[in-house]
């Protein structure tokens, strides 16, 4: 299909002087005569048929049109500017920009990122997220890390690499548990569940494996996104399906435990995504390779909370020894 294109370079420089709300500013800018900019607009406003720039005492100001039009010519211009970075020849920086899952970025990769700063103290890692509801791939970035996704020609131009599986179980708040025990799976019908619409069917594959597939809760609270559902459950809210090695860090420090870690079943499978034909910088390298050392790593056993211990931090809170 032919596309009906308008001159580029004009394009280029009515985006800057839309945005910079001046034809001399866009001209110093870019280093041309006023008049040359002048030209460019004409032109592109021949090729357009519209109006772009009118006088307004001693300046021209874009119109409504205009202003509009320039914000998707320079959405445009970003999507042109990270595919020639993605898909160009690294320039020689020390710098591995990273885009990974918002739940595995906050939870996993940040704890552990200060073992990479201590290997390699040279390598400035940039690191941006994208929701599980939009694993699309925006912006520039060296690597991706996505939860696996069907097979799709979106992915073909990447290089795939497994990364970890989860293990799967519930997870709630000691407070919770100190208020409302859970000794028994019957017990967690008492509860309310937190679920997220990122992952369903978690509840029901748990409580299947867990040969309790008709138990049901107080009450359902369903979130968007799997670390709003996680941070609902930190505080309280109810119980959650949780992940190993995603919470480690949760479950070492306390904030959150699991009352039948014997009863597991199989989360999301994450991946490395690199663009296959980006040249692969030393930062690069040395980071794919730390981070699936770091995935590797031996998972912390994960044993029941102590019954006792949470009837004794009911007490003490309720005595006010203790906050």
């Keep these: 299909m032919s596309r009906q294109l308008p001159p580029l370079h004009a394009l280029r420089i009515f ?8 034809l001399s500013a866009a001209a110093q800018e870019l280093s041309i005569t006023h008049g040359a900019v002048s030209r460019q607009i004409a032109l592109l406003e021949d090729w357009l048929g519209q109006t772009l720039f009118v006088r307004q005492g001693q300046r021209n100001v874009a119109t409504d049109h205009a202003r509009a039009f320039a914000a998707e010519i320079s959405a445009a211009f970003d999507l042109i500017g990270d595919a020639a970075l993605r898909f160009g020849k690294a320039p020689q920086t020390r710098v591995v920009r990273v885009n990974a899952q918002t739940t595995l970025a906050m939870h996993w990769l940040m704890a552990r990122l200060p073992g990479f700063h201590a290997a390699h103290p040279d390598v400035q890692v940039v690191v941006t997220t994208s929701s599980s509801a939009d694993p699309a791939f925006r912006g520039g970035f060296d690597v991706a890390i996505r939860r696996d996704p069907p097979p799709r020609p979106a992915w073909e131009p990447y290089d795939k690499q497994t990364l970890f599986t989860e293990r799967a179980s519930v997870v709630a708040a000691p407070s919770l548990l100190a208020t409302l025990p859970v000794r028994r799976l019957r017990d967690i019908a008492k509860h309310t569940f937190v679920a997220t619409q990122t992952r369903v069917g978690d509840w029901e594959t748990w409580l299947a ?25 930190v505080d309280g809210l109810g119980l959650g399906i949780g992940c190993t090695p995603t919470l480690d860090r949760e479950l070492a420090a306390g904030r959150l435990v699991m009352p039948f870690p014997e009863i597991q ?19 690069l390298r040395d980071f794919l390779t ?19 211990s949470t009837s004794r931090a009911t007490r003490r809170t309720r005595d006010g020894s203790a906050a």
Excluded: N
């Design 15 to 22: 985006e800057t002087a839309a945005r910079a709300e001046s």
């Design 209 to 233: 494996a867990a040969g309790v597939s008709a138990l049901r809760p107080v009450r359902f609270h369903r979130f968007d996104h799997y670390h709003v559902s996680l941070q609902a459950v």
């Design 265 to 283: 079943t199989d989360g999301a499978t994450y991946v490395t995504l690199v663009p296959r034909d980006a040249d692969k910088s030393k930062p």
């Design 290 to 308: 730390w981070v699936h050392e770091a995935a590797q790593e031996p998972r912390s056993k994960i044993t029941r909370p102590d019954a006792r």
